[in-house]
């Protein structure tokens, strides 16, 4: 059986690293929020200061082709999305769409949420290999996001403070909580 890993988080959290090393080890896919993001918010300047309100519709049609990309992908597949969502109604639809994808794919749904420390957040925010993937860097921006509550995580969720855990630790935790 394949698996649906779901890793949610804030902005620097280490979603990416953490999915890479899973990718690595469970032979997995990585479909990263910025891989649905970056095509609108580039062109769209939102890195330079521009809202990010307004892409809200063009990344929801970015989303529904990657989600029936992935269903249409083989079976044998297992996936690494990355998420961070804030506590909403419409993100916690979000979450229940991800565990149909991953039912319709006859895959393991492993909702992961991450968290840290918010200093740690904020002293891992300006790294610069961060830029390479246009994600946020100003710590004056992450600290106002940061006020905004996670979306609590489903009653089946591992949740896992990475504010010292290294990636390859996380990813032991993750993969031992198959069974």
């Known amino acids: 059986m394949s698996e649906f890993f779901y890793l949610v988080g804030p902005p620097a959290v280490g979603k990416l690293t953490i999915a890479s090393e899973l990718a690595r ?10 891989l649905i993001s970056d095509p609108v918010f580039v062109p769209m300047g939102v890195h330079r200061g521009e809202p990010i309100e307004p892409t809200d ?12 990309a992935t269903v249409a992908a083989h079976p044998r597949f297992s ?46 925010v300006g790294n610069h290999d961060r830029a390479k993937r246009a994600k946020l860097l100003d710590p004056l921006i992450l600290r106002q996001l940061l006020d905004r509550p996670l979306l609590p995580p489903p009653d089946d969720a591992l949740q896992l403070d990475v504010t010292t855990l290294s990636p390859q630790r996380a990813v032991d935790r993750i993969l031992d909580s198959l069974g």
């Open 25 to 34: 080890r469970a032979d997995a896919i990585v479909v990263d929020n910025h």
């Open 79 to 124: 996936h690494v999305f990355t998420h961070w969502l804030t506590d909403a109604p419409d993100n916690a639809a979000l979450v229940e769409r991800l565990r149909g994808v991953a039912a319709q794919r006859g895959a393991k749904f492993v909702p992961v949420w991450l968290i840290a420390d918010h200093d740690e957040l904020l002293s891992r």
């Open 57 to 68: 519709q063009l990344r929801a049609r970015i989303l529904d082709v990657v989600l029936e």
